[in-house]
């Protein structure tokens, strides 16, 4: 029986992804990937499961912080159908997208069998 402090729950940017995975791995921890949807641009992203020991989640943090930029797009907003006038064109707005956030969770108990 494994036991672990925390598991975390990192959603990041799916160009970020190989990149921390390998990362991660490179330096002992397990990790467990999933594909998700989700957040601003409704974009693909990715969650990783991590479990980590209370001594090695500031490690952790720093591997995510370097790895998993943030970016900045381009975006044309959507002006809902009844609120267009004639001749309004919406121009792009720069928005910031990527970095990560993280969910640190207490675990009671981690059985890997």
Known sequence: MLRFMKLVLAVIQ????????????????EVTKLASTGGFLREGNTTLMIGV?????????????????TRTRLVTPSVPMGEQGEGLVADPVEVAVGGAV????????????
């Not at 799916?14 to 921890?29: C, H, I, M, T, W």
């Not at 993280?102 to 069998?113: D, N």
């Open 53 to 69: 020991s209370d001594e090695r989640l500031a490690e952790l943090k720093r591997h995510v912080q370097r790895t998993c930029r």
């Open 102 to 113: 993280m969910f640190v969770l207490g675990v009671q108990e981690f059985v890997k069998v």
């Open 14 to 29: 799916d160009a970020d992804a190989a990149a921390l995975v390998r990362v991660l791995s490179e330096n002992a921890f």
